[in-house]
């Protein structure tokens, strides 16, 4: 059964009460953050570099349309050819389209969120083309016919022994194991058939660059390799948001990338691709055609609003769900959205509408940790206050986000409508008040989700009005007193 963030409480519920889930994020959480930590021993050298790709960023930001025409200029000196896709449904019509125009019959896929938000693989499948997955944790959650659990690790949610038995039962002629190099390179023979027989391949974009019309991949098995290079199509994915200005942003951006994510001083791959072979060149010195499909799908709506145009920055490194408390408890997939955790939970509402996400900006502690180590400094906690406001809101007010004010219920409008009228008539306000006061006994027996886990607040002997009426009472008398002597 696929999750949904419709169904966000019920999954967040189901996955708190599963041991295995909660074990398996525990540990992997807890390894990946001592990782990072490891290559972050400086505070202000981290500090100084976040500084330095939070002004690379936003700069992009602000030249963002300039930048994509010199991009798409420069690709297409490159040989590069561009394409340009308004929603997700357009571009898979585009990649379909390719597809067939090369008569494709074998496609591999390198790991790219752009393509599991588009749904790309759901696409091609009920159109009759196989994708197979080349990253080895897209490869197990494909097997398995999942989606991914993190937006780096795809697979963190299982452990060796249940890819073990996943491997056992999918694959032919594979016995049970939990030895983490054999299960590797199980996946690794299958793979391999698989690159030298496709005929096309797709790969995601880390940082696309105008000024050279460059398209850098950043991995560390070798497959965006295999995948952007030994088929002569190559199709490349990227939400518009990917492009960067100039070849020297991108040191310090892959630097904060590969420490934030893996905790790794630099990856093993860093594909740099310009372009398809060159004319006499030999087939494996690449593809014969390499494709950039650029892509919209709701982007452009966060880019218009000033502050929501910061979530535009992220470069999915995934150390927001490492340190967040909710994530690292309930898993990727209680989301129900491609990209779960704090990123998700300001992203989705964006690419989905408020409706179907109006829960997710609501599960947050707000402490601050997604924030403290985002690379990019994107202010998660205030976008998710932000996001909880606009739920909210009076469906007439217009905020530009799709779905403002879904949460807001036609009861709860009528009580602060009430609200506001007693509280501009005094007399109202006296009334409605005492017979709150005079209900308050009546707090204990009622139980709400907020209550469950909480003591019920005991009424205060005297209201406010009591005891302010007693005081100037005292005081009065006390005044008398002074008085006489
Ligand atoms: S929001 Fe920041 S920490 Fe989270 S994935 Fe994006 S860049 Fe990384």
């Known amino acids: 059964m696929h999750s949904t963030p419709t169904a966000f409480k019920a999954q967040a519920k189901a996955a708190l009460a599963d041991p295995v889930i909660r074990q398996n994020f525990r540990g992997a959480m807890d390894f990946l953050r001592g990782k990072r930590q ?42 590069i050819q561009v394409h340009w896709a308004e929603s997700a449904q357009e ?82 002629g594979v016995d049970y194991t939990t030895d983490v190099d054999t299960l590797i390179n199980i996946g690794r023979t299958q793979l391999r058939e698989r690159f030298m027989a496709a005929d096309i391949g797709i790969t995601g974009v880390n940082f696309a660059v105008a000024e050279t019309g460059t398209l850098c991949l950043v991995e ?21 948001e990917k492009v960067i200005a100039s070849l020297q942003d991108t040191p310090p951006l892959l630097s904060l990338l590969t420490r934030s994510a893996t905790g790794q001083i630099i ?27 650029l892509i919209d799908n709701g982007r452009t709506q966060a880019y218009a609003d000033e502050q929501f145009r910061k979530t535009l920055s992220c470069i999915r490194c995934g150390a927001c769900m490492n340190h967040c408390p909710v994530y690292t408890r309930i898993g990727g997939h209680a989301y129900g959205t491609v990209y779960p955790g704090p990123i998700g939970q300001i992203i989705s509402p964006h690419l989905l509408g408020l409706e179907q996400t109006n829960d997710l900006p609501t599960a947050s502690s707000l402490c601050g940790a997604c924030e403290e180590v985002c690379p990019v400094n994107i202010p998660i906690p205030n976008l998710l206050q932000r996001l909880r406001r606009q739920s909210n809101l009076g469906r007439e007010a217009s ?14 409008a009528l009580v602060w409508k009430s609200w506001r009228w007693a509280c501009c008539r005094p007399w109202a306000y006296g009334v409605v008040t005492r017979v709150v006061a005079l209900a308050r006994p009546l707090l204990g027996l009622v139980k709400t989700p907020w209550n469950k886990g909480r003591a019920t607040p005991r009424p205060a002997p005297k209201t406010l009005n009591q005891l302010l009426k007693h005081r100037a009472t005292g005081s009065n008398r006390t005044g008398g007193a002074h008085g006489n002597h």
């Not at 379909?96 to 390198?110: P, R």
């Not at 905020?399 to 709860?412: F, K, M, N, P």
């Open 38 to 79: 490891g290559v972050f021993p400086e505070q202000a050298e981290f500090k100084a570099l976040q500084a330095c790709a939070e002004t690379i960023k936003q700069q992009a930001l602000d030249d963002l349309p300039q930048l994509l025409e010199l991009l798409e200029q420069n690709c297409t000196r490159n040989g």
């Open 91 to 172: 571009a898979n019509e585009i990649i379909d389209g390719l597809i067939d125009q090369h008569d494709g019959t074998q496609v591999v896929k390198g790991k790219s969120m752009a393509t599991e938000e588009i749904e790309l693989n759901d696409y091609l499948g009920a159109r009759g083309k196989d994708c197979i997955e080349t990253d080895m944790g897209e490869y197990i959650v494909q097997l398995a016919g999942e989606h991914p659990s993190h937006i780096i690790m795809p697979a963190i949610h299982k452990n060796a022994e249940e890819i073990g038995q996943l491997f056992h039962e999918k694959v032919a």
């Open 220 to 240: 560390n098995e070798g497959n965006g390799r295999m995948v952007s290079t030994v088929p002569s199509v190559h199709i490349a994915v990227s939400g518009i």
């Open 267 to 293: 990856t093993t791959y860093f594909n740099m691709i310009s372009g398809p072979r060159g004319y006499g060149e030999a087939e494996r010195d690449g593809p014969k055609e390499v494709h950039l499909v």
């Open 399 to 412: 905020t530009g986000i799709r779905g403002a004010g879904s949460a807001r219920s036609g009861l709860e």
